[in-house]
């Protein structure tokens, strides 16, 4: 299995006897949600489906896996959603096959989808790739495998001596506490469950990594080996372990 990073989703290529493009938390609609909060955006939902088309381009992949939370409004089905979704969803469609893995902000979602293209909440296993949103216990199928998952929409915020600040999307590779994900016990494991926690596709939406460690708030996050997790840029460039960035992004001024 080889996995690339396109900087340009965020989104990655897994490539084994298929080539499958994982997209994470679209949130389409988000912006009518910020709006009931008094914070007005114009619609970015036909520029995020420019960018995932443009990733499909990029990957030529035969599968493309949407890894939940397509949707933003819970737990109800926005207008903006009602026009918007149909419309993204076809224009995929013409790209290539897609399924939907449901996440938490996808109540309804079924209704734009077509047969086939929903697939199971608690996790897929295709070629060999456990595929989760994240916000549930993954299925036991998943244990011993490499686990892609969103939900959480990592970024490494970075800081300076001078106050020179980074906030990027990122990924975390973790390995995980099988027994507390619920998995059976392997009386001979001879591969490690591992979870690759992906950064949201959704520009407006992020999450601290050292929140995510030092507060977790999903079975996987809180099942997670934070002594041997790892940061990855959107591009894939190595940032270095999560307690790496313990010093950084606390600085107080002077």
């Not at 080539?19 to 114009?42: N, P, Q």
């Amino acid at each position: 299995m080889n996995i690339e990073f396109l900087s340009q989703g965020p989104a990655l290529l897994v490539e084994g006897k298929e080539r499958i493009l994982v997209v994470a938390d679209l949130h389409l609609g988000i912006e009518s949600e910020m709006a009931r909060h008094g914070i007005h955006f114009s619609t970015r939902s036909r520029e995020r489906a420019k960018r995932v088309i443009g990733c499909i381009g990029e990957a030529e992949p035969d599968y493309m896996i949407l890894l939940g939370d397509v949707k933003h409004s819970v737990p109800y089905i926005s207008r903006q959603e009602y026009r918007e979704l149909p419309r993204v969803l076809e224009e995929f469609r013409k790209y290539v096959a897609f399924g939907v893995v449901p996440g938490n902000h996808d109540p309804g979602i079924e209704r734009f989808l077509e047969e086939g293209e929903l697939l199971a909440r608690d996790g897929v296993v295709i070629d060999g790739t456990g595929y989760l949103h994240g916000h549930t216990y993954p299925s036991p199928n998943l244990s011993g495998r490499l686990i892609i998952a969103g939900h959480h929409h990592p970024t490494a915020s970075l800081m300076d001596e001078v106050g020179c600040a980074l906030r990027a999307p990122a990924y975390l590779l973790s390995l995980v506490d099988e027994s507390c994900l619920n998995f059976p016990k392997r009386e001979e494991p001879s591969t490690p469950t591992r979870v690759l926690l992906m950064p949201a596709f959704n520009e407006l939406s992020g999450y601290d990594i050292r929140k995510i460690v030092k507060d977790p708030f999903s079975p996987l996050s809180r099942c997670l080996d934070k002594e041997q997790s790892e940061i990855f840029l959107a591009d894939g460039t190595y940032v270095g372990s999560a307690g790496s960035l313990e010093d950084h992004g606390d600085r107080e001024d002077p």
